[in-house]
Nanobody, 120 residues
Framework: QAQLVESGGGLVQAGGSLRLSCAAS????????MAWYRQAPGKQRELVAL??????NYADSVKGRFTISRDNAKNTVYLQMNSLKLEDTAVYYC???????????????WGQGTQVTVSS
């Protein structure tokens, strides 16, 4: 089993910045994709950013403002959020596709979520 723990959320004024972290621990042989989703009140969960191999993808609403990165040695994915807007307020969740042994298939693990609140 693997576990994901997120940190870095909080309250920030519009135009400010936050950096989220998501660290995977436990039984990990390899991690494939890692990503951030968010869910605002009354809305569906949406993909914010994803990193898999050398590639990254972003939601149109965050392109140019958010940057996803990962430290494979630490099994950690980051989300640098700049120029935050009121509409970025949401609970942010990370996931990682983890294989626990050389022969096991990848399984998606989710973090518990971290609240990001942007105020005017």
């Amino acid at each position: 089993q693997a576990q994901l723990v997120e940190s870095g959320g909080g309250l920030v004024q519009a135009g400010g910045s936050l950096r989220l972290s998501c660290a995977a621990s436990g039984r990990i042989f390899n991690i494939n994709a890692m990503a951030w989703y968010r869910q605002a009140p009354g809305k569906q969960r949406e993909l914010v950013a994803l990193t898999s191999g050398p590639g990254t993808n972003y939601a149109d609403s965050v392109k140019g403002r958010f940057t996803i990165s990962r430290d494979n040695a630490k099994n950690t994915v980051y989300l640098q959020m700049n120029s935050l807007k009121l509409e970025d307020t949401a609970v942010y969740y990370c996931y990682a596709d983890v294989s626990t042994t050389q022969l096991s298939p990848y399984r998606r693990y989710w973090g518990q979520g971290t609240q990001v609140t942007v105020s005017s």
